[in-house]
């Protein structure tokens, strides 16, 4: 599951990003400046940055700079209200991958996130397996036994989540860092009720509660 940041000050674009982007398959993080931009862009396993030039404190040019001198090569997207020639050259010169400008319809922003994400991840294989549990990446259908399930767009996470890490154990925090991002109490149940729906539908003992440490999927 690709996991995209999102540094946005603008509190109606980033929930609008949030909202679609997460509607489409990924998990996404957001924060409001250029600080947290870069310590989350250098520090956690991101497959794609969106980037508000208009950040407050410090500019997204000096954020694009700062990851490129540190030899990050996450790809970067940036939205700017500066559509200008020389504004472009400046985006595509501090370290930028593409850029668009605002206002942005979000179909074109999908397929240029879709193209950013699957330049990096070429090799990623189209289907995932562990023990009688199959997921299709690309049409996003599952199978137990052979058997067809179907799942909500967030089971599907939480199951791409575990069968990512099959055989290991992930705490709650981990997966709600992975399928919901970081914008949850910690101390939410929504782990425990989202497991307990997949069971239903997969079979009771195709996730294992590891109690104190958290839940894992069999891999055999």
């Not at 979000?106 to 990096?120: Q, S």
């Not at 782990?191 to 894992?216: A, M, P, Q």
Request: with cysteine.
């Amino acid at each position: 599951m690709a996991r995209i940041l999102i540094a946005e000050d603008d509190v109606r674009t980033a929930a609008f990003l949030d909202k679609g982007l997460r509607a489409n398959g990924w998990s996404t993080v957001h924060v409001t400046e250029a600080g947290q931009a870069e310590e989350f862009a250098l520090a956690d396993d991101f497959n794609l940055l969106i980037l508000d030039i208009g950040l407050p404190g410090r500019s997204g040019f000096e954020v694009l700079r700062t990851l490129r001198a540190r030899g990050s090569r996450l790809p970067v997207l940036v939205l700017t209200g500066r559509a200008r020639a020389h504004d472009v050259v400046a985006c595509l010169d501090a370290g930028a991958d593409d850029y668009m400008p605002k206002p942005f319809r979000f179909e074109e922003l999908l397929a240029r996130v879709r193209a950013r994400i699957r330049d990096v991840g070429s090799d990623e294989p189209r289907t995932l397996v562990a023990g009688p549990v199959r997921l299709d990446l690309w049409s996003r259908r599952v199978t137990v036994h052979g058997r067809d399930v179907t799942l909500t767009g967030r089971e599907f996470l939480l199951l791409e989540t575990l069968i990512r890490h099959a055989g290991r154990v992930l705490s709650r925090e981990q997966l709600l860092s992975h399928a919901w991002g970081y914008d949850f109490d910690p101390g939410t149940n929504l782990v425990n009720v989202y497991v307990s729906t997949l069971r239903k539908k997969l079979g009771g003992d195709v996730i294992e509660t590891l109690r104190g440490f958290g839940y894992r999927l069999r891999n055999s």
